[in-house]
Structure formats: C-alpha cells, structure tokens
C-alpha cells in the first residue's frame, strides 16, 4: 500500500502543478487573443477552457460562447475566418448572415489589426509576468546574504585568499545585503582596493582585494561567482511603491535571462542537462515541487517565482517569428504589409498546420526526454 501511495503521488503531485502553473497563463494567453480581436472587430465564436469535445456550455458573451471541455490541457480561441470563405465566392450568392459574418472574420482585418490581435497573448503573458512579480515583494520575500559561490583559480579573489562559502557582509565597511548589491558595489571599485568584510564559518575577517578593469572571460572583475543564501530573519514585505521598482527590476532581469538564455548555452557550453528544453512533464514537477515549496515556508514566493518565469517563457516562446506560432503569424502579416499582398489564407493555414504538427512531434519528443531523463530538483 504504500508503495502503491507514493506511485499515485508521483502521478497526480504533477497533474496538481500542471493545473495550477500552466493552465491558468495558458487561458490568459488565449484571454489575451480574445480581447484583442474584439477590439479589432472580429468575432470570436468560442473561447473554450480544455480542448473538445464539450463538456458544457458556461455563459455566453456577445457573441462568443465560453465552453468547458473534456480535455483539460489548456485552451482556445476560435475566431471568424480562420476557416475562411473561399475567394471567388460573389457577394450575391452569400446570405447576408454570411456577408456580416465576412466583415469580422480575421483576415477581413488589415495586416496590423491582424498583428495587434495576435500580440494580444504574448503581451498578456509577459504583463501577467509583470504583475506577478510585483505581488511578490508585496507578499514577502526572503532575506538574503551575498555568499560566494566559487572561485577562479589565479584570481584577485584566489590571491586574497576569499574562499567559496563565503558570506559577504559588508564592502568597505557598509552593509550590503543580496549579491545584486555586492556586484554593483564590486563594480564601483574597479581598480581600486577594496575591503570586504565576510562570515567564514562564524569568523568575522575583513579581506582586501582589487577588482580588475579587463578580467579573463567568464570571471568578472575580482573572480568570484556570487550566490544568494536565505536568512532566517523571515519574510520582508515591501511597500506598494518599492514592490513595483523591485518587481519591474525583477521581471526585466527574468526577461532579459530568458532571452539571452540561447546564447549563453552556445558561448559558455552549459550541459544539455542543465538547458535543455522541458515540456508538460517537466513543467508540471516543476510547479508541484514550487507549490510543496511554498507550503512547507508558509510563503507565496516560490510558487509565484515559477509561474513568473513560465508566463515570461511562454510569451517570448510564442514571439518566435515560427509558423503556428503567434511570432509567425506576425512575421505572415508584416511581409504582406510591407509588400502589399498577402497569401491566400488557405495557404497561409495550410503552412500553420504543417508547422504544428512538426511542433507536436517535437512537444512528444520532449515529453519523453522528460520521462526518461527528470529534471533535478534538489
């Protein structure tokens, strides 16, 4: 029995992180969709939660029914004229339902209606994102200590005998609490010698070391590697005012990280292990080992702290300029923008769906790679 407990655990401690992660930014990207194109004029028969078959008819708004269904991965937004009508229908022969129905189809609108509707989820995800990190100093955040993570060998750092494990308390005698500070502190003092005072172990010593004006690639300017250690002095909230200065700093930082994230896995030869893509399965142990996280710290944080980072991944992952993608239906409406004339939207879906299902394979291949390969989260 208890092996049997701890295998329906493993099963549904996931399908838990999925449904509380995932989901919901999911339905705020399509939420985002469904906004925009109102917005544009364009009609959107069905925003459903779960993917068909229905479930159940939940309300109607103006003219989009909102549905739940039977498959509980995310959702959709359906809209006029994604399945368009044929072009050389004459208006005569169309009803007059049908000629209206024509006006607010999707590629009735211009190329930048088009456009505007489709940033509308990427922009709710990465706003989302915003707001979330936000509520994150608002509800409380550790305390943290600069500590030093590692060391290069024949570094200033090495020379002065600075040792990994290290917590740094202070920089020329003023206190200095998380390693963006110390960084920024380091920074200062290029070139100049500079004090740093630090808890080994319980022994308070005060180290001098001179930063670097060009250091080696990889090793920054004393050559350490700066961590963050949580203190026990418990959670700090901060006010309205100062949690969006810090959250916009937060977000921008996670934002910029996700980016440059490609690039840094080429030049710096991160292992495939510790970059490599995730999928449902990994997303979903992902949010269930935030949310034990959060329960056992009776804090929001690494819960809210994941959902951040997911909501950035998934709005800048559907900017890719890849058809299917929200990127790639963009970069469609520019090129027609730019050059007067479009595909036919026949066409145009007809590459969408080739492109998805290439994507669906890829989403199965990484699914198993999830299953066969886990992710650490220790």
Do not use: C
């Amino acid at each position: 029995m208890p092996v049997f407990t701890e295998a329906l655990g493993n099963i549904i401690g996931p399908i838990i992180g999925f449904l509380l992660g995932l989901i919901p930014l999911i339905l705020i990207h399509e939420f985002g969709h469904l906004l925009t194109g109102k917005l544009m004029g364009v009609w959107a028969h069905e925003f459903g939660v779960g993917y068909p078959p229905r479930l159940v008819k939940l309300f109607r708004w103006q003219e989009t029914d909102f549905t739940l269904n039977w498959i509980p991965f995310g959702g959709f937004t359906r809209f006029e004229g994604e399945t368009t009508f044929a072009d050389d229908d004459e208006d005569e022969e169309l009803t007059e339902a049908k000629k209206e129905a024509k006006k607010h189809s999707l590629y009735a609108k211009s190329p930048w209606q088009r456009i505007f509707v489709y940033l509308g989820g990427p922009v709710s995800n990465l706003l989302t994102a915003w707001l979330i990190a936000i509520v994150i100093f608002m509800t409380g955040i550790p305390q943290l200590q600069a500590m030093i993570a590692g060391v290069a060998p024949d570094s200033p750092a090495a020379e002065a005998d600075l040792r990994e494990g290290d917590l740094v308390l202070m920089v020329n005698e003023e206190p200095i609490e998380d390693s963006n500070e110390l960084h920024a502190r380091i920074m200062e003092n290029v070139g100049q010698p500079t004090t740093l005072t630090v808890d080994r172990d319980g022994e308070v010593l005060n180290i001098t070391v001179t930063p670097r004006e060009d250091p080696p690639a990889g090793q920054g300017a004393v050559g350490i590697q700066i961590g963050n250690l949580e203190t026990d002095e418990g959670l700090q909230r901060l006010p309205l005012g100062d949690s969006i200065v810090q959250g916009s700093r937060y977000f921008a930082q996670m934002t910029a990280l996700t980016v440059s994230l490609p690039v840094m896995v080429i030049r710096q030869g991160i292992p495939f292990e510790q970059a490599r893509p995730v999928g449902v399965v990994g997303i979903s142990q992902i949010a269930e080992y935030s949310v034990t996280q959060s329960l056992e710290r009776n804090a929001l944080y690494p819960f809210l702290s994941i959902v951040m980072l997911l909501s950035v991944s998934l709005g800048i992952f559907n900017l890719l300029p890849i058809p299917a993608l929200d990127g790639g239906r963009i970069l469609f409406s520019l090129v027609e923008a730019i050059r007067g004339r479009a595909l036919t939207p026949e066409i145009e879906e007809r590459i969408h769906l080739i492109a998805l299902v290439a994507m669906v394979v890829l989403f199965v291949a990484i699914t198993v790679l999830d299953i066969v390969m886990p992710i650490r989260l220790e």
